[in-house]
């Protein structure tokens, strides 16, 4: 089989932030796995916070419709999140919040295009838990609200302020092979939604 399409959402766009650290980490780890990565920046849709006013004056933004673009050109996702306050980043939140309303027109809603997407999740931060309850908190919110499909699989990556080597790679060996197997896991749920 060709390789499937791995759409990588870092959760902060920060510049120097762990979470696009980590992504960039797990694109270069994808191939190996069978996915082709196209890491995807969420601030560069310039989404206002979600308002049903401004949504009712000037309709979904751009933005939006960009994010279902992209998400109808992959087979699987990949989402990276830091972890702020215990939960995942308002940048993540508010573009998946504007994605929810987009409707069916020519192209499936934005909820249509989420249903039964294969998704896996990393975490990263500086702390001892590595982003987990933001991995928690997001799983829930992926799979009720958006019935994306996410694996088991998952990995958060502590002291991450430490983690990485000047290249990029991570210097513990386990780590890597950790977002490794979370990548094949993902690489073979995609293949079996995907599968004639």
Not at 16 to 42: H, K, N, Q, T
Not at 181 to 187: P, Q
Request: charged share 15%; aromatic share 6%; glycine share 8%.
């Amino acid at each position: 089989m060709d390789s499937l399409r791995l759409l990588i959402l870092p959760g902060s766009a920060r510049t120097g932030a762990l979470s696009g650290r980590l992504a960039a980490c797990a694109a270069r780890l994808a191939p190996a796995s069978g996915l082709e990565p196209r890491v995807f920046d969420l601030r560069a849709l310039n989404l206002p916070v979600y308002d049903g006013d401004l949504e009712a004056e000037q309709g979904v933004p751009a933005g939006a419709l960009a994010l279902r673009a992209a998400l109808m050109d992959s087979d699987a996702v990949l989402l990276v999140t830091p972890e702020y306050n215990g939960f995942p980043t308002p940048l993540v939140i508010n573009a998946f919040d504007w994605l929810s309303r987009i409707p069916a027109t020519a192209h499936p809603s934005g909820l249509a295009v989420t249903a039964n997407k294969p998704v896996a999740l990393l975490a990263s931060s500086p702390g001892a838990l590595g982003g987990l309850r933001a991995m928690t908190s997001l799983r829930q919110y992926l799979q009720m609200a958006f019935a994306m499909l996410v694996i088991p699989q998952q990995f958060a990556l502590s002291r991450a302020h430490e983690a990485f080597d000047d290249e990029g790679a991570l210097r513990d060996a386990r780590s890597a092979q950790a977002v490794q197997d979370v990548l094949a896991a993902l690489g073979n749920l995609a293949r079996a939604v995907h599968k004639p």
